[in-house]
């Protein structure tokens, strides 16, 4: 356990935003087993929704979104 008051704030901090981070994360992931599973264009607008919202909110690099949705369209073209 860290001694240094800032130390220990920062371990609050870190706790508060790995839950708020989960939360995108989470979504993420069902949405994409869901949309590589079903492969409707409803579930891949959903997902790249949330790959935006966490892109956006810094949860996820843009790079990392960018590529997940390259990989979701190229379901939609393949249909």
């Not at 240094?4 to 069902?30: E, F, G, P, Q």
């Not at 949405?31 to 966490?54: F, H, N, Q, V, Y």
């Amino acid at each position: 356990m860290a001694n240094i008051k800032s130390a220990i704030k920062r371990i609050k901090i870190t706790a508060r935003n790995r839950k708020r981070n989960l939360v995108y994360k989470d979504a993420i992931r069902k949405g994409l087993k869901a949309a590589l599973k079903t492969k409707s264009t409803e579930d891949i607008r959903k997902a790249i929704k949330a790959l935006d919202k966490a892109a956006s909110k810094k949860v996820i690099s843009k790079n990392l979104a960018s590529r997940k949705k390259s990989k979701l369209m190229k379901l939609t073209s393949s249909k």
